[in-house]
């Protein structure tokens, strides 16, 4: 037997449901979260615009961080269901965009944001600008670039706080020159940082160096106690005042990188790369590493560029152009070239860093510490104070909740 009650007419005063309002769908548009970057797509600024016709038709602009974004699909299914239930609407359709360079700077940085709220609280300040020094692999001169730019930054009045995360292959203490034990107060119950004048500023060095008895000593640690030990000089070290903490990252993207990228997740990256292809390739993985965990890629550093002879010739003998290929591969800049200088090997085995010193090298470690103090990476106070903006929001939101 045929239903007919669809073909009874209803009654004249059965309500029409109201057309939603443009608010009510951006509201909605909160629920929807992009996966990558762990944040609402109306809080990251990918929900560009709702329009909502008289007959029920929802049109909304998203702008994605790629056009070919692989969520593409999820995003979608997660609006659509969001929106289609709504009492008057009829249909939804979702226009797509991108999102220009300035916006994508925006979202991740709100992104990161957003993660630093739910990250642990540390003993470095928030004042302080923490630069990653990463590389793809071994062998690039990652430590030797640290260990410079700390202290040419020491020199120009700095107070730069180096933390040897290569837990394994901890090298910093022999390439600054310093030897002692890490100690502290039981009072406070904190790690004081070995502190070492440079110029018209200081640098306070945290390193397994410190806690071994002979630098000989082989770690035989995995990933938990590794992450213990940097989790360690990221919570239990009395830093105190910085400017610059400059940390000298272990080679790849393991379990240390992971986690300190997730202890702090305002800090931002400098990649070391060598001419050579095969380390430029590897060190692509670690820019995608630090973006995954809404990093910043300061820019790109080419070890061992080139080497320099008595009479000024430059013969490249690892190549050239690595550090500018991956510069362009990961859409940063190019910081400066460090070329080949026996002076380099010898200030690290010396404890006596170049950057200090003369020559093709420390020219070259001037010139890129002028960009970063300048554009590239500034104190945060020059950068116009938006961390102690950030604490005292923070204190504020503290003090209303207690």
Not at 46 to 61: F, I, N, Q, Y
Not at 87 to 116: D, Q
């Amino acid at each position: 037997m045929r239903d007919t009650r669809a073909d009874k007419p209803q009654p004249e005063d059965s309500p029409v449901p109201d057309i939603p309002s443009e608010d009510r769908i951006f509201d909605l548009l909160r629920g929807v979260i992009d996966p990558e970057l762990g944040s609402n797509i109306v809080e990251l600024g990918m929900a560009k615009a709702v329009t909502v016709t008289s007959d029920g038709l929802v049109d909304v602009t998203i702008a994605l961080t790629t056009s070919g974004c692989p969520l593409r699909a999820q995003i979608q299914r997660d609006t659509r269901s969001r929106i289609e239930g709504l009492p008057g609407v009829t249909k939804v359709h979702i226009t797509w965009t991108e999102l220009t360079a300035e916006e994508k700077a925006a979202t991740m940085a709100k992104a990161r944001w957003n993660v630093s709220r739910d990250a642990p609280d540390t003993e470095i300040p928030t004042t302080t600008r923490v630069l990653m020094v990463a590389s793809g692999k071994g062998g690039v001169g990652k430590s030797s670039v640290t260990v410079n730019l700390a202290a040419s930054l020491a020199e120009r009045g700095f107070t730069v706080g180096v933390m040897d995360a290569d837990i394994w292959g901890f090298s910093i203490p022999r390439m600054l020159g310093i030897e002692g034990r890490l100690g502290g107060s039981p009072e406070v119950g904190k790690i004081d940082p070995i502190q070492m004048p440079v110029g018209e500023g200081v640098l306070k060095v945290v390193s397994m160096g410190f806690l071994v008895e002979r630098e000989e000593t082989a770690l035989m640690w995995r990933g938990l106690m590794l992450n213990r030990a940097v989790q360690h000089f990221c919570e239990d070290v009395a830093w105190g005042p910085m400017d610059y903490l400059i940390i000298d990252m272990p080679p790849g993207t393991g379990d240390v990188q992971m986690g300190l990228a997730r202890m702090l997740p305002r800090a931002e990256m400098i990649i070391v790369t060598t001419p050579a292809l095969a380390a430029q390739k590897v060190a692509v993985r670690v820019a995608a590493m630090g973006r995954n965990n809404y990093l910043r890629i300061v820019g790109v550093i080419e070890n061992m560029s080139a080497f320099v002879a008595p009479d000024g010739a430059r013969h490249m003998l690892f190549g050239e152009g690595g550090g500018e290929s991956l510069a362009d591969d990961i859409g940063a800049a190019l910081l400066g070239s460090i070329p080949l200088d026996t002076a380099v090997a010898l200030g690290g085995d010396t404890g006596r860093p170049v950057a200090l010193a003369d020559g093709p090298a420390a020219e070259a470690y001037r010139s890129i510490v002028d960009l970063i103090v300048t554009e590239a990476a500034p104190p945060i106070e020059m950068a116009g104070c938006s961390a102690r903006l950030l604490e005292a929001a923070e204190q504020a939101l503290d003090e209303a909740g207690a």
